[in-house]
Nanobody, 130 residues
């Protein structure tokens, strides 16, 4: 059973940086997509960045390309999101997520789809404010 626990959120000024971490247990093979989603008050949850644990290929939402970097630690047990040049629009609850690759043919389909069969963490808050 996959379990995800996020950490690293907090408050930061515009232009600042934060790194989110996700400790994953139960991810025991290369057949997973893992990623970060976010949800701001009154808005739908959106995909931010994702990575294939098997191929290490990545996918980023247009709004974060060039600013955010997703990476995985050793043995697929930790997922990171390095966030630079943060702005107010990045303020949201950030969720770590994982899904078996058998359910989605591409990272993009998972990020933008209904995200069925996805395991979610509890979330960590990111607030960008001066």
């Amino acid at each position: 059973q996959v379990r995800l626990v996020e950490s690293g959120g907090g408050s930061v000024q515009p232009g600042g940086s934060l790194t989110l971490s996700c400790a994953a247990s139960g991810v025991t093979s290369n057949a997973y997509y893992m990623g970060w989603f976010r949800q701001a008050p009154g808005k739908e949850r959106e995909g931010v960045a994702s990575i294939s644990t098997g191929t290490a290929s990545t996918y980023y939402a247009d709004s974060v390309k060039g600013r955010f970097t997703i990476s995985q630690g050793n043995a697929m047990r930790t997922l990171y999101l390095q966030m630079n040049s943060l702005n107010a629009e990045d303020s949201a609850m950030y969720y770590c997520a994982a899904v078996r690759t058998q359910y989605y043919s591409t990272l993009q389909r998972w990020m933008s789809g209904q995200r069925r069969n996805t395991v979610w963490g509890q979330g960590t808050q990111v607030t960008v404010s001066s």
